[in-house]
Nanobody, 118 residues
Framework: QVQLVESGGGLVQPGGSLRLSCAFSGSNFNLYTMGWYRQAPGKQRELVAMITPGGSTNYADSVKGRFTIARDNAKLTTYLQMNSLNPEDTAVYYC????????????WGQGTQVTVSS
């Protein structure tokens, strides 16, 4: 069974930075595509960034050039470096793990709140 635990959220001023971490427990981390999603109040959950086992990345247009996703297979951890934050980035951020080619093996973390406000 896979468990994901996010950390690193908090309150930051506009223009500031945060780094989120997602700790993976379970087997075969290197076979999972890891993603960060976010959900703002009253809105649907949306993909922010994802990284494949091979290291290919994909970003939402709204965060390109500001956010960077990375994974450390030795530490079983996925990171989301968020720079130049603005109030529209305020949301609960969720970590996701998807086993490649097996959609039933999809897991979510509990989420971490990111609030961008002066």
């Amino acid at each position: 069974q896979v468990q994901l635990v996010e950390s690193g959220g908090g309150l930051v001023q506009p223009g500031g930075s945060l780094r989120l971490s997602c700790a993976f427990s379970g087997s075969n981390f290197n076979l999972y595509t890891m993603g960060w999603y976010r959900q703002a109040p009253g809105k649907q959950r949306e993909l922010v960034a994802m990284i494949t086992p091979g290291g290919s990345t994909n970003y939402a247009d709204s965060v390109k050039g500001r956010f960077t996703i990375a994974r450390d297979n030795a530490k079983l951890t996925t990171y989301l470096q968020m720079n130049s934050l603005n109030p529209e980035d305020t949301a609960v951020y969720y970590c996701n793990a998807q086993l490649v080619l097996l959609p039933n093996y999809n897991y979510w973390g509990q989420g971490t709140q990111v609030t961008v406000s002066s």
